[in-house]
C-alpha cells in the first residue's frame, strides 16, 4: 500500500518562504505524476502544482506561479514544494498526491498546515 508523509510545514511571516517535502514509500515512485493540493479554511480543495513522472514537466496553479516551484526526486522518492514570496492567502493545509502514470491509482498524503501571517 502507497504512502504519502509531508513536512516541513509551518508558521511564517508573509514575504518569507517555506519547503514541504513529501516522501513516498510502498510503491514505484518513478511511474507517478505528483501534485500538491491545498485546502483553506472554509473553502474545496485546489490545485497548486504538478509534475510528471519523469520530473521533466510542471505547471502551477496561476495564484502561485512564479512564487511556488515543484521538483521530483525518483532516487530519493520524495517531491519538494519551494514556496517564496508567501501571502497570507497561501494559508492552508497542503496535501501531496501521486497519480499513476496512466491513470487507476491513486495516493493522499495526510497533510501539513502551512499558516503565513501579516
Known amino acids: 500500500q502507497g504512502q504519502l508523509v509531508e513536512s516541513g510545514g509551518g508558521l511564517v511571516q508573509a514575504g518569507g518562504s517555506l519547503r514541504l517535502s513529501c516522501a513516498a514509500s510502498?510503491?514505484?515512485?518513478?511511474?507517478?505524476?505528483m501534485s500538491w493540493v491545498r485546502q483553506a479554511p472554509g473553502k474545496e480543495r485546489e490545485f497548486v502544482a504538478r509534475?510528471?513522472?519523469?520530473?521533466?514537466?510542471?505547471d502551477y496553479a496561476d495564484s502561485v506561479r512564479g512564487r511556488f516551484t515543484i521538483s521530483k526526486d525518483n532516487a530519493k522518492s520524495t517531491v519538494i514544494l519551494q514556496m517564496n514570496s508567501l501571502k497570507e492567502e497561501d494559508t492552508a493545509v497542503y496535501y501531496c498526491?501521486?497519480?499513476?502514470?496512466?491513470?487507476?491509482?491513486?495516493?493522499w498524503g495526510q497533510g501539513t498546515q502551512v499558516t503565513v501571517s501579516s
Open positions: 510502498g510503491f514505484t515512485f518513478s511511474m507517478y505524476d
Open positions: 498526491k501521486a497519480d499513476l502514470r496512466g491513470g487507476g491509482v491513486t495516493y
Open positions: 509534475i510528471n513522472w519523469s520530473g521533466r514537466s510542471a
